[in-house]
């Protein structure tokens, strides 16, 4: 009997068969070590790699005690704010000067136009409220959050972690969290060999990935990591809809004044907004929120574009190069101002 030149005994069939699932192990072992596990907010949206958009510059140390949320009842400071503050860590600033801070979360209370009345009815006792809300949002916040029930829900400060000094880096193919898949670490390294490529161009883009866009800064001051010439934003940033709510604002102002309550309004600009020219690729007619707000002196509200872009330009990692939010250098920064805030209005002596 002739054997055909293309069958193969079930022996060597088996080894090939063991011999390629052992190397797409290999391979996919190797990816998990070069893709460290996802730490970012944009490079988890964007599909792209911790090993070259995670920070590797440390950030201060925080002590877990500071980070606290006083009742509502309590609070001599009662804030109302987003994911910025939702860490409660720019508030160790307030509470390691000896304020009471109470925190909620801006998508729990409805911003009417008497939020100073439902504070009040809520047990606030205190003096002050400190508004936050990043720049894409804020005008969000401010026209349609009102349809909601006028309830106050203060955030339970579980949800919230010391931030790390460094950040944690992980090489274990058994690591659910080093990735989301072959696939996906197959996407990510295809991105990385593409933005290498993208870094050593002499002439500035804005790269578009997936829901993440990129643009090149020229050098590396201003982030730790390895890519660093490439700034990674959030493309929502360029989608803002102009700003035009600032009667929305005076109207909330003024049922703080009438319940005895002095409003901080902290607009925190885009990272885009930090790191590029203002209104740089935006879709639509670019308004300074910060400018519109300056123009009425009862509003207490600090221009933190400008604050914030000349300490980017001297602090590595101010925002962190895989996320859309501060490094704890960043919010630490935050809090110092909005205490400095404070203190003047308790103390408006020069």
Not at 74 to 98: E, H, K, P, Y
Request: aromatic share 12%.
């Amino acid at each position: 009997m002739i054997k055909h030149p293309f069958i193969i005994s079930t022996k060597t069939y088996s080894q090939i068969l063991i011999g390629f699932c052992v190397l797409i192990t290999i391979v996919f072992w190797g990816m998990s070590i070069y893709l460290d596990p996802i730490e970012g907010d944009l490079t988890r949206i964007g599909g792209l790699s911790e090993n070259s958009f995670g920070w590797t510059k440390s950030q201060p140390a925080l002590a877990a005690e500071l980070l606290n949320n006083s009742p509502l009842a309590d609070a001599d400071v009662a804030v109302i704010g987003d994911s910025f503050s939702a860490t409660f860590v720019w508030q160790t600033r307030l509470v390691q000067a000896g304020y009471k801070v109470n925190t909620a979360y801006n998508v729990d209370v409805p911003w009417c136009s008497d939020l100073g009345d439902l504070l009040r009815q809520s047990g606030f006792t205190g003096k002050y409220v400190v508004i936050e809300a990043v720049e894409r949002l804020f005008q969000h916040n401010l026209n349609n959050q009102c349809q909601k029930s006028p309830t106050y829900k203060t955030l339970n400060i579980g949800l919230s972690a010391v931030p790390p000094v460094n950040r944690e880096i992980k090489h274990s193919l058994l690591d659910s969290g080093t990735n989301f898949g072959v696939g996906w670490n197959l996407k990510a390294f295809f991105y990385d060999l593409f933005l290498y490529a993208k870094s050593k161009s002499p002439t500035p883009e804005l790269i578009s990935i997936d829901k993440v866009r990129l643009y090149n800064l020229g050098d590396c001051r201003l982030f730790s990591n390895k890519l660093c010439q490439l700034g990674l934003f959030w493309s929502e940033d360029f989608a803002t809809e102009s700003f035009r709510s600032l009667d929305r604002v005076l109207e909330i102002n003024k049922n703080f004044e009438k319940n005895g309550i002095q409003a901080i309004w902290v607009v925190v600009p885009d990272k885009s907004t930090v790191y590029m020219d203002y209104g740089a690729f935006r879709k639509n007619p670019y308004v300074n929120i910060w400018n519109e707000l300056g123009k009425h002196p009862e509003l207490n509200a600090l221009n933190y574009a400008e604050m914030f872009k000349r300490q980017a330009q001297i602090t590595q990692d101010f925002y962190l190069p895989n996320n859309s939010h501060v490094g704890t250098v960043g919010y630490l920064f935050l809090g110092d101002t909005i205490l400095k805030t404070l203190q003047h209005l308790s103390d408006p002596r020069p």
